[in-house]
């Protein structure tokens, strides 16, 4: 039997250095469940995982909290999302509230308005709003289809609709 190795001064460090930020995401914001029991408040995909989330979920709201101006431009949205800019998110939470046990996907540009807007729904009691990282940017970027032109009208499909909201 091999005597087990000594650890090194720059172990402890390293092995300390590399668990921070795990420790630090895993203590983001939470929210205490009927039962008592903590659960974060949102979480956080990227877009391939956005991908599998839209092609397998055809009732999920998909919000996008760019302008009007974004929305409609050439980069465009994704199919079937929902334009409504975070500075008229508040006013809107009225016609959104029929739909809070329902799971929202939210995204934004590349900057940090998908954070305000998740905080104005966790804020107004939505549990299930999830952000998609990077925003339209990091869709793009990792090869996902978009569309162009104005929005659809403000609905939303029934849960147990067909309706497929991907490319």
């Not at 983001?28 to 029991?37: C, D, K, L, V, W």
């Not at 302008?67 to 006013?91: A, C, M, Q, W």
Request: hydrophobic share 40%; glycine share 10%; charged share 25%.
């Amino acid at each position: 039997m091999r005597p087990r190795p000594k650890p090194t001064r720059w172990m402890v460090p390293t092995v300390l250095l590399l668990w921070a930020p795990l420790l630090a995401v895993g203590c983001g914001s939470t929210r205490a469940t009927e039962n008592g029991q903590e659960r974060p408040v949102f979480s956080r995909v990227r877009p391939p995982v956005a991908f599998e989330m839209l092609r397998d979920n055809p009732g999920l709201v998909v919000l996008d909290l760019r302008s009007r101006y974004e929305f409609t431009g050439p980069i465009g949205h994704i199919r079937g999302s929902r334009n409504v800019p975070v500075d008229e998110l508040e006013k809107n939470l009225a016609g959104l509230s029929p739909l809070k046990d329902r799971t929202f996907l939210v995204y934004c540009g590349h900057d940090d308005c998908g954070d305000q807007g998740l905080q104005v729904l966790v804020d107004a009691g939505f549990d299930e709003v999830i952000l998609m990282d990077g925003g339209i940017d990091a869709w793009v970027m990792d090869g996902f289809g978009t569309v162009t032109g104005p929005p659809p009208p403000m609905q939303f499909p029934q849960e147990d609709s067909d309706e497929v909201v991907v490319d």
